[in-house]
């Protein structure tokens, strides 16, 4: 079962503009991740958080982790058409070796 | 960095048929190995976790005898879709594990 829901589940912008993702996720973790897709293409790693982390940046990219409210959210700034994609988080279950994804953000940034 | 590849990269097979999909770690050994499989437009799904030397984990779902894993060896990790289907049809994701995740680029399938 998946760990993780996102929303929104697509997002449409004009470039230049902010994207912000939402991530929730069900169970303790060790770490947080995010990754992009590009369409019919593999994962492209674009971030770690770990869970004594709060914030982290890289970028344009920023993400924040609330433990309490099991939540990350990305904030991609000044967006880029480049950047329309699918964005997923994925957590380590309970700490585990497992990787479970989110359901994903569809964004899509318009020239 | 950790590099994962798989093979092929797409396959298009028949319905009945049976199809192999490799998973390699190509400059680490991995002793564990997860195979995803991917809808259109929708998120990873696990479907097992494949342990060097001994059998698989399936996720609560998966077919163990539908999907056959083996990992024989640090470095190779193979799934075995047998007697495919249409619905089999899906772009299938690796990744081997040492320390962190590293994910292969997929294998596209397609059964007719």
């Given amino acids: 079962s998946q760990q993780g829901e996102e929303d929104p589940q697509a997002l449409s912008i004009q470039e230049g503009e902010n ?26 790693h674009l971030i770690l958080i770990r869970s004594n982390e709060r914030e982290k940046h890289s970028g344009r990219l920023r993400v924040t982790l609330d433990t309490s409210k099991k939540s990350s959210s990305l904030l991609i700034t000044a967006s880029r058409a ?21 359901a994903g953000t569809r964004l899509f940034v318009k020239a | 960095g950790a590099v994962v590849s798989q093979h092929p990269s797409r396959v298009i097979c028949k319905s009945g048929t049976s199809v192999k999909i490799e998973c390699r770690s190509l400059d680490f050994q991995a002793t564990t190995m997860f195979w995803y499989r991917q809808f259109p437009k929708k998120s990873l799904m696990l479907m097992a976790t494949s342990n060097e030397g001994s059998k698989a984990t399936y996720e609560q779902g998966v077919e163990k005898d539908k999907f056959l894993i083996n990992h024989a060896s640090l470095t190779l990790s193979t799934l075995t879709v047998t007697s495919a289907h249409p619905e089999d049809s899906s772009f299938y994701i690796c990744s081997a594990f040492q320390e962190t995740q590293y994910f292969g680029p997929g294998t596209r399938l397609l059964v007719l």
Avoid at chain 1, 26 to 36: A, P
Avoid at chain 1, 84 to 101: E, H, L, Q, V, W
């Fill in chain 1, 19 to 44: 994207a912000t993702m939402n991530c929730s996720y069900k169970t303790s973790i060790n770490n947080l991740q995010w990754y992009r897709q590009n369409s019919g293409r593999g994962l492209v």
């Fill in chain 1, 82 to 102: 480049a950047d329309t994609a699918s964005y997923f988080c994925a957590t380590d279950p309970n700490g585990g070796f497992k990787t479970i994804f989110g």
